[in-house]
């Protein structure tokens, strides 16, 4: 990096507000790389990333069709991580089913947050037996184990990763209420939504200009914390069935049919638990560094 | 105060039934509104019309939404959860035959994240930013990231058929299960009770490995939050006044800052048993462990609708409990919390 980059930077005295949120995302990313954990948790985020984009060019055989001839057969060879019992190559299908995991992380968190800052910020706006109304409903929510509440989601919706994806956020969503509503409930008596007000705005577009960007931050935090615990549930729902449909691959479901043969071919549901260990590892180390800098009170010290 | 007392019960009571109450809103629309059609669950896709009409009309379902919910509310406050499309029988005696098993897996679970995490998360915290505190980091950082059923089939692939030192899944040997009266449907104390040391033996070799599984989850969750909570208290002032007092460092960190964190590390405790319901789950599927989450689990392959529901409700129910629990016995222990 130039030094007069750096400069600007670090400046003490920043003359614009992007100039002072350039300089503290620049002294997070310096804690946060400072931090080795942190940083494996990245690589292995990129390495992710690089598997969904780059499936075609890394995977070296189809992953949805099969060789009967080569069934069962142990890693080694052509084929690294052996094949499964439809004789396709685990390598191939571990890399096509990073495009799922990220797929319903993505829809997941684009459904989820949405969902919790409206009602969230809607609760702490309006306050009365609205507020009351839906913090229960929040509350409700909350008082089912997540994995529970997304199998009875995924039961009744039927399988499929559309539905995967649904009963998770609507798992997904109570927390983030929860954050928008306590965000809310700070600035709704400040000065500029009173302005706004004054101004003749509605409501509806004080919430939705004026009231929900300030939730953004810390929001966009919390979901990316969650992360971790998304891809272990909708790799648990694959596992049981409920993801989806085959013969598309999906690491949950890669586990549970190599289920039947794991005492002789051990492989086959071995290879893709360690790819959802480690792409929820990373997630997880990510998230660690990311509290340690943005709320060093919260984190490794407190 | 005394009534400063019956109004703090009051608010607890009436937070824990509308909590109930949104739980049962949920379970309500879920297996009425979605698309999951419990007729057809019932008299199959090739039924007439009139068997199909006269299914709803004995279901309640051509009765308004509003009346079906205070129907269905109505049924499960007296213990109706309705019949089990698959057995027939009621859901809620089906319940309680599997929940015995699930407690024995939890609770052994939940003793081992204690025996383990408590010290590790105390070790963690006196040796702040050392080799040792990464270590333990670590160890809990791989507990929140690995997939449960996944190391669960690992365990069995390294301990049951490679070294051979455990047995399979189930809760006891093939064969053995119907040898043993239920009493209270544990199976370590039900072996116990028969007098069979035996097959005492037997029941908790086949436990140990799905509850260790469950221990380590459980450890991962209980170290993390005992070193910051000791940490919390290691910054203090009355731990310096000791130090300066010339307290052995063992007794500073055991008896002094546990003793003040002994009531916030109950509520931790409390709440690793309560994930640990959902932990059982998927272990309970994979070890065939006949309890509450495999009941789940085998329902929604049945497409049992009815039975996944009053699973659902059973652990949302055991889930508000636990924390009613915890927050009283918070509020009773801890005199700053009155």
């Known amino acids: 990096m130039p030094p007069s980059w750096r400069r600007w930077l670090l400046s003490d005295a920043p003359t614009s507000r992007r100039q002072a949120r350039a300089a503290r995302a620049y002294l997070g990313w310096i804690a946060f790389s400072r931090n080795p954990l942190a940083m494996l948790g990245l690589v292995i985020f990129l390495a992710l990333l690089a598997s969904a984009l780059f499936a075609p060019a890394l995977a070296p055989l189809d992953p949805v069709s099969g060789d009967l001839a080569n069934r069962l057969l142990a890693p080694g060879g052509e084929y690294w991580l052996g094949t499964d019992q439809q004789g396709r190559d685990i390598w191939s299908r571990i890399i096509y089913g990073s495009r799922t995991t990220l797929l319903i992380v993505f829809m997941v968190a684009v459904t989820a947050a949405p969902i919790g800052i409206v009602i969230g910020a809607s609760a702490g706006y309006l306050g009365g037996w609205v507020e009351t109304v839906l913090m229960r409903l929040t509350d409700a929510f909350l008082a089912f184990p997540k994995l529970v509440l997304a199998l009875a989601f995924a039961a009744a919706l039927g399988s499929g990763i559309e539905n995967a994806i649904l009963a998770i956020a609507l798992t997904a969503w109570p927390p983030y209420a929860r954050i928008a509503r306590a965000e809310t409930l700070a600035v709704r008596g400040t000065d500029y939504v009173a302005a706004a007000k004054l101004n003749g705005a509605s409501d509806l577009r004080i919430v939705l200009g004026h009231i929900m960007p300030m939730c953004l931050p810390s929001l966009i935090v919390r979901v990316s914390l969650d992360m971790a615990g998304v891809i272990l549930i909708a790799a648990g729902l694959g596992f049981l069935g409920l993801g989806v449909a085959p013969p598309q691959p999906e690491w949950g479901s890669m586990v549970s049919e190599g289920r039947s043969q794991i005492l002789e071919q051990w492989w086959v549901c071995t290879y893709p638990g360690v790819a959802i260990f480690l792409v929820s590892l990373g997630f997880n180390l990510i998230g660690d560094g990311l509290r340690d800098v943005l709320d060093p009170r919260e984190g490794r010290d407190g | ?338």
Do not use: C
């Open chain 2, 1 to 338: 105060m005394i009534s400063g007392r019956v109004q703090s019960i009051l608010r607890t009571s009436l937070s824990v039934a509308t909590t109930l109450l949104g739980l049962l809103l949920v379970t309500f629309v879920i297996s009425r509104l979605l698309p999951a059609d419990p007729v057809l669950a019932i008299v199959g896709d090739h039924a007439s019309e009139s068997t199909i009409a006269k299914a709803r009309h004995d279901l309640g379902l051509d009765k308004p939404i509003l009346t079906q919910f205070a129907i269905y509310l109505g049924n499960v406050a007296t213990g109706d959860l309705g019949k089990s499309v698959r057995t027939g029988r009621p859901i809620l005696r089906e319940l309680a035959h599997v929940f015995p098993a699930t407690l024995e897996l939890a609770t052994l679970g939940t003793l081992i994240g204690v025996v383990f995490g408590i010290p590790l998360g105390v070790l963690a915290a006196t040796r702040k930013d050392t080799m040792i505190d990464h270590l333990i980091r670590l160890i809990g950082l791989i507990g929140y990231s690995v997939p449960i059923f996944w190391l669960g089939l690992m365990g069995l692939l390294v301990f049951y058929a490679k070294l051979d030192l455990l047995p399979g899944p189930g809760r006891l040997d093939f064969g053995y299960e119907e040898m043993v009266v239920p009493v209270t449907g544990l199976m370590t104390i039900d072996t116990l009770l028969a007098g069979d040391v035996a097959l005492f033996g037997n029941a908790l070799a086949h436990l140990i490995l799905p509850a260790s599984l469950l221990g380590y989850f459980s450890l991962a969750y209980i170290s993390r939050m005992t070193r910051s909570l000791m940490l919390g208290q290691l910054r203090q002032e009355y731990i310096l006044t000791a130090r300066v007092k010339g307290v052995s460092e063992a007794r500073i960190v055991w008896k002094h800052a546990m003793g003040n964190i002994l009531v916030p590390l109950l509520t931790v405790v409390a709440l690793s048993y309560g994930n640990l319901l959902e932990g059982s789950v998927l272990t309970e599927t994979v070890f065939s462990w006949r309890g509450l989450g495999l009941y789940i689990t085998d329902s929604i392959f049945g497409q049992d609708l009815p039975a996944v529901m009053g699973g659902t409700i059973a652990v949302g129910a055991i889930f508000i409990v636990i924390n009613m629990l915890t927050d009283v016995a918070y509020r009773v222990l801890d005199p700053r919390a009155r």
